[in-house]
Antibody, heavy 119, light 110 residues
Framework: QLQLMESGPGLVKPSETLSLTCTVT??????????WGWIRQPPGKGLQWIGS???????YYNPSLKSRVSISVDTSNNHLSLKLSSVTAADTAVYYC???????????WGQGTLVAVSS | QSALTQPASVSGSPGQSITISCTGT?????????VSWYQQHPGKAPKVIIY???KRPSGVSNRFSGSKSGNTASLTISGLQGEDEADYYC??????????FGGGTKLTVL
């Protein structure tokens, strides 16, 4: 069973860039026909898809975040990365890393990591 | 791309059945049979319980079932149990490699 674990700073200052890493174990991030992505959940609120990356390298982003988001992979370390620029308090959330075969469902989730945006 | 609409809360007694609706548009729920449902207990990551509108992943109780009519998808939980108390989210493919979630529904087992 694929294991995903998010890591990164728990506190980011407003206007700075949020950077998170997802480490994939018991599987290869280079696996063919597989998607990797990020989903977030503000405290007490619902889920929001941030974006995804296909194993081929193609990326897809939520239109509402597209101008500030970048998702990439580091195949040598089996890592997925998320960068979200110009953050505000509205970006405070638990950020989940996900892995899935197709758009039918998000099969594998990390445990999530809370990132607060505050000065 | 707007969030799918779910009731904020539903409740039921043990043994009863409840249904949670998820209303989208002709651009998402109405166009694709790619609706999934997630169960989330407090402090935990979501878990998929229904995919492709009606299918259950291995290990998910057959008390959970899904359906769709037009732009509205539904999740039904029969034989309510205390462990079903959780938040439930629907999600639909919205075309061009994007998805949209519902706002979530809190299920209370009375």
């Amino acid at each position: 069973q694929l294991q995903l674990m998010e890591s990164g700073p728990g506190l980011v200052k407003p206007s700075e860039t949020l950077s998170l890493t997802c480490t994939v174990t018991d599987g290869s991030i280079s696996s063919s026909s597989y998607f990797w992505g990020w989903i977030r959940q503000p405290p007490g609120k619902g889920l929001q898809w941030i974006g995804s990356l296909y194993y081929s390298g193609s990326t897809y982003y939520n239109p509402s975040l597209k101008s500030r988001v970048s998702i990439s992979v580091d195949t040598s370390n089996n890592h997925l990365s998320l960068k979200l620029s110009s953050v505000t308090a509205a970006d405070t959330a638990v950020y989940y890393c996900v892995g899935y075969f197709d758009w039918s469902s998000f099969d594998n989730w990390g445990q999530g990591t809370l990132v607060a945006v505050s000065s | 791309q707007s969030a799918l609409t779910q009731p904020a809360s539903v409740s039921g007694s043990p043994g009863q059945s409840i249904t949670i609706s998820c209303t989208g548009t002709s651009s998402d729920v109405g166009s694709f049979n790619l609706v999934s449902w997630y169960q989330q207990h407090p402090g935990k990551a979501p878990k998929v319980i229904i995919y492709e509108v009606t299918k259950r992943p291995s290990g998910v109780s057959n008390r959970f079932s899904g359906s769709k009519s037009g732009n509205t998808a539904s999740l039904t939980i029969s034989g309510l149990q205390g462990e079903d108390e959780a938040d439930y989210y629907c999600c639909s493919y919205a075309g061009e490699n994007t998805v949209v979630f519902g706002g979530g529904t809190k299920l209370t087992v009375l």
